[in-house]
């Protein structure tokens, strides 16, 4: 899989039940395919990373319709192509 072809998906917030049936039926939408996912819930604090492949979607939609996931939910949901996030996060 190339890396243009995949994004980083991270969900930061309390935890509530259906968090990650809602994160992925959005991606599933946008036909974005979960490639890897870890979670972890520390003291009721939820947080999900996942690497997925884009090459199928509409990378703006899909951005703005987890953007509104997020707030729905009260939830910080971003993606950020991949290649964005290693530059941003290289030392």
Do not use: P
């Not at 599933?28 to 979670?39: G, K, P, T, V, Y």
């Amino acid at each position: 899989m190339e890396k243009k072809n995949t994004a980083v998906v991270t969900v930061v917030g309390n935890d509530t039940i259906g968090i990650i049936a809602r994160v992925s039926a959005a991606l599933a939408h946008h036909e974005a395919n979960i490639l890897d996912i870890s979670q972890t819930v520390l003291s009721g604090m939820f947080n999900m990373i996942m690497i997925v492949d884009i090459s199928l979607s509409r990378f703006a939609q899909l951005s703005d319709e987890l953007d509104a996931l997020g707030s729905e939910l009260g939830l910080q949901i971003r993606i950020q192509r991949s290649e964005i996030f290693d530059a941003m996060h290289r030392i």
